[in-house]
């Protein structure tokens, strides 16, 4: 079968760093994806990992272990408009994006 | 990135009408587009896929004749909620992905649909 999991809420710090994960099972894999939803909009693209390890974008990086079924998306120098909503969610092999149900991330001053 | 244009992205219809939700690729050929329902913080529900020239597929539990989907070009798709009633209200979010295999998709910036 297929599924994902991702916590519910994290709390974090204006200025410091937060790692949320994301674990997934799949019999096919098509690349991890991690949008970033503020409330009452449509998600926005944030990553994309189809091969194992780090990639770097400004603030944000996301990780990826394949044999694990584990990913992480890390913000570092958290904004207050990174609060949000951060989805998960990994393609299978007909190509469908399988959804997380969402962290809600807030940042306090 | 490829542009998604969603319209409208408010809607308040009477109980009993329906809806038309349209979703256009503005700068590529959207061979399958994706409809999404969204309730007040939870994920993304799918509902159902749709390929361009050919009958949508839906996921389980989801009505196919009350969620009318028309996908009759590489460029728009519509979604039409039929007979609408206050528990149809929802956030409704399109995305659509070029040729098959294509990775990312994009998104709609979503319908905010309240029946009242």
């Known amino acids: ?109 | 990135g490829a542009v998604v244009s969603q319209h409208p992205s408010r809607v308040i219809c009477k109980s009993g009408t329906s809806v038309k939700i349209e979703c256009r690729s503005l700068d590529f050929q959207a061979t399958t587009m994706f409809w999404y329902r969204q309730f007040p913080k939870k994920s993304l529900m799918l509902m159902a896929t749709s390929n361009e020239g050919s009958k949508a597929t839906y996921e389980q539990g989801v009505e196919k004749d009350k969620f009318l989907i028309n996908h009759a070009s590489l460029t728009l798709s519509t979604l039409t909620v039929t007979s609408a009633h206050p528990e149809d209200s929802s956030f409704y979010i399109c995305s659509a992905r070029g040729m098959t295999g294509d990775t990312e998709a994009f998104f709609g910036q979503g319908t905010r649909l309240t029946v009242v």
């Open chain 1, 1 to 109: 079968g297929q599924n994902i999991d991702q916590p519910t809420e994290m709390t974090a710090t204006e200025g410091a760093i937060v790692q949320i994960n994301c674990t997934y099972q799949t019999s096919g894999f098509n690349g991890l994806f991690w949008y970033q939803q503020h409330a009452g909009e449509a998600p926005t693209f944030l990553s994309y990992n189809v091969l194992d390890g780090l990639e770097e974008k400004g603030r944000f990086s996301s990780f990826l272990s394949r044999s694990k079924g584990y990913s992480y998306l890390l913000l570092k120098e958290l904004q207050m408009k990174d609060s949000a909503s951060y989805l998960c969610a990994f393609m299978d092999s007909n190509y469908q994006l399988i959804w997380g149900a969402g962290t809600k991330l807030i940042i306090k001053p």
